[in-house]
Protein backbone atom coordinates (compact mmCIF):
# COMPACT_ATOMS: atom_id res chain seq x y z
CA UNK A 1 0.00 0.00 0.00
CA UNK A 2 1.42 3.50 -0.97
CA UNK A 3 1.83 6.34 1.81
CA UNK A 4 -0.05 9.73 1.23
CA UNK A 5 3.06 11.29 0.20
CA UNK A 6 3.57 8.82 -2.66
CA UNK A 7 0.30 8.95 -3.91
CA UNK A 8 1.08 13.20 -3.40
CA UNK A 9 4.15 12.80 -5.48
CA UNK A 10 1.83 10.68 -8.29
CA UNK A 11 -0.78 13.18 -8.74
CA UNK A 12 1.59 16.08 -9.03
CA UNK A 13 2.63 14.84 -12.46
CA UNK A 14 -0.98 14.56 -13.51
CA UNK A 15 -2.41 17.92 -11.90
CA UNK A 16 0.73 20.02 -12.97
CA UNK A 17 -1.36 22.64 -13.44
CA UNK A 18 -3.27 22.63 -10.72
CA UNK A 19 -3.01 24.01 -7.08
CA UNK A 20 -1.38 21.75 -5.01
CA UNK A 21 -3.60 19.08 -3.14
CA UNK A 22 -2.78 19.33 0.91
CA UNK A 23 -1.91 15.95 2.80
CA UNK A 24 -4.62 16.37 5.13
CA UNK A 25 -7.04 15.67 1.46
CA UNK A 26 -5.12 12.74 0.87
CA UNK A 27 -5.40 11.28 4.92
CA UNK A 28 -9.10 11.32 4.83
CA UNK A 29 -8.99 8.13 2.64
CA UNK A 30 -6.09 6.57 4.51
CA UNK A 31 -7.10 3.52 6.19
CA UNK A 32 -5.69 2.64 9.64
CA UNK A 33 -2.48 0.89 9.82
CA UNK A 34 -4.03 -1.38 12.65
CA UNK A 35 -6.91 -2.68 10.45
CA UNK A 36 -6.94 -6.40 9.90
CA UNK A 37 -6.39 -7.29 5.90
CA UNK A 38 -9.88 -8.95 5.74
CA UNK A 39 -13.36 -7.74 7.84
CA UNK A 40 -16.64 -8.71 8.02
CA UNK A 41 -19.90 -7.40 7.09
CA UNK A 42 -20.66 -6.49 10.36
CA UNK A 43 -16.83 -5.15 10.96
CA UNK A 44 -17.33 -2.64 7.88
CA UNK A 45 -20.93 -1.65 8.94
CA UNK A 46 -19.22 -0.98 12.56
CA UNK A 47 -16.04 0.71 10.87
CA UNK A 48 -18.02 2.91 8.43
CA UNK A 49 -21.11 3.17 10.10
CA UNK A 50 -23.10 1.93 6.94
CA UNK A 51 -25.62 -0.95 7.39
CA UNK A 52 -24.92 -4.05 5.67
CA UNK A 53 -27.60 -4.01 3.50
CA UNK A 54 -26.42 -0.72 2.07
CA UNK A 55 -23.38 -2.81 1.80
CA UNK A 56 -24.57 -5.56 -0.14
CA UNK A 57 -26.70 -3.16 -2.37
CA UNK A 58 -23.32 -1.47 -3.53
CA UNK A 59 -21.87 -4.62 -4.31
CA UNK A 60 -25.25 -5.69 -5.78
CA UNK A 61 -24.68 -2.31 -8.34
CA UNK A 62 -21.18 -3.26 -9.13
CA UNK A 63 -19.83 -0.46 -6.96
CA UNK A 64 -17.69 -2.79 -4.66
CA UNK A 65 -15.92 -6.12 -5.71
CA UNK A 66 -15.89 -8.15 -2.38
CA UNK A 67 -14.00 -12.05 -1.72
CA UNK A 68 -16.15 -14.58 -0.18
CA UNK A 69 -14.86 -16.98 2.48
CA UNK A 70 -14.67 -21.12 2.15
CA UNK A 71 -18.34 -21.06 3.80
CA UNK A 72 -19.57 -17.99 1.06
CA UNK A 73 -19.14 -15.27 3.90
CA UNK A 74 -18.08 -11.90 2.34
CA UNK A 75 -14.80 -10.54 3.32
CA UNK A 76 -13.54 -7.41 2.87
CA UNK A 77 -10.21 -6.37 1.98
CA UNK A 78 -8.54 -3.37 2.89
CA UNK A 79 -8.88 -2.16 -1.28
CA UNK A 80 -12.42 -2.86 -0.68
CA UNK A 81 -12.80 -0.64 2.24
CA UNK A 82 -10.83 1.93 1.19
CA UNK A 83 -13.15 2.32 -1.93
CA UNK A 84 -15.90 1.93 1.01
CA UNK A 85 -14.36 5.05 2.67
CA UNK A 86 -14.26 6.53 -0.81
CA UNK A 87 -17.93 5.82 -2.00
CA UNK A 88 -18.91 7.31 1.70
CA UNK A 89 -17.54 10.53 1.06
CA UNK A 90 -18.97 10.66 -2.52
CA UNK A 91 -22.25 10.17 -0.97
CA UNK A 92 -21.60 12.54 2.13
CA UNK A 93 -21.11 15.15 -0.77
CA UNK A 94 -24.52 14.30 -2.38
CA UNK A 95 -23.16 12.74 -5.18
CA UNK A 96 -25.69 10.59 -6.74
CA UNK A 97 -24.89 6.94 -7.28
CA UNK A 98 -24.76 6.61 -11.02
CA UNK A 99 -22.60 9.32 -11.47
CA UNK A 100 -20.30 7.13 -8.93
CA UNK A 101 -21.07 4.40 -10.70
CA UNK A 102 -19.93 6.06 -14.16
CA UNK A 103 -16.92 7.11 -12.46
CA UNK A 104 -15.72 4.02 -11.47
CA UNK A 105 -16.68 2.68 -14.93
CA UNK A 106 -14.51 5.12 -16.00
CA UNK A 107 -11.60 4.06 -13.66
CA UNK A 108 -11.83 0.57 -14.64
CA UNK A 109 -11.88 1.41 -18.34
CA UNK A 110 -8.09 2.85 -17.44
CA UNK A 111 -5.75 6.03 -17.86
CA UNK A 112 -7.18 7.01 -20.81
CA UNK A 113 -10.55 8.40 -19.06
CA UNK A 114 -8.25 10.63 -16.75
CA UNK A 115 -9.56 13.88 -18.55
CA UNK A 116 -12.81 12.53 -18.53
CA UNK A 117 -12.44 11.84 -14.33
CA UNK A 118 -10.55 15.09 -13.99
CA UNK A 119 -13.66 16.93 -15.36
CA UNK A 120 -16.37 14.59 -13.63
CA UNK A 121 -14.61 15.62 -10.24
CA UNK A 122 -14.28 19.47 -11.03
CA UNK A 123 -18.43 19.91 -11.78
CA UNK A 124 -18.54 17.82 -8.85
CA UNK A 125 -16.87 19.98 -6.78
CA UNK A 126 -18.45 23.29 -8.55
CA UNK A 127 -22.00 21.87 -7.14
CA UNK A 128 -20.20 21.33 -3.30
CA UNK A 129 -18.93 24.57 -3.40
CA UNK A 130 -22.40 26.38 -4.78
CA UNK A 131 -24.05 24.37 -1.80
CA UNK A 132 -21.53 25.71 0.70
CA UNK A 133 -22.74 29.13 -0.25
CA UNK A 134 -26.28 28.09 0.66
CA UNK A 135 -25.40 26.27 3.79
CA UNK A 136 -23.83 29.66 4.52
CA UNK A 137 -26.47 31.91 3.68
CA UNK A 138 -28.91 30.00 5.06
CA UNK A 139 -26.24 29.87 8.58
CA UNK A 140 -26.64 33.53 8.64
CA UNK A 141 -30.60 33.91 8.35
CA UNK A 142 -30.71 31.04 11.61
CA UNK A 143 -28.00 32.98 13.32
CA UNK A 144 -29.83 35.92 12.67
CA UNK A 145 -33.21 34.55 14.13
CA UNK A 146 -30.62 33.11 17.15
CA UNK A 147 -29.87 36.80 17.93
CA UNK A 148 -33.10 38.32 17.33
CA UNK A 149 -34.65 36.18 20.14
CA UNK A 150 -31.89 36.85 22.73
CA UNK A 151 -29.70 33.95 21.84
CA UNK A 152 -26.42 33.38 21.54
CA UNK A 153 -25.22 32.11 17.93
CA UNK A 154 -21.68 31.25 18.59
CA UNK A 155 -20.56 28.15 19.16
Partial sequence: MTTAAERLDALAGFFENQAPVAPELIRLLDLPPDLPDELTIAE????????AHTLRYYERIGLLQVGRDAAGYRRYDRQALARI?????????????STITHYLELVRQGDATAP?????MQEHRARIQRR???LQAALAVTDYKITTYGGNATP
Fill in 85 to 97: VFITRLRLSDMPI
Fill in 116 to 120: QRLAL
Fill in 132 to 134: LRE
Fill in 44 to 51: IADFTGLT
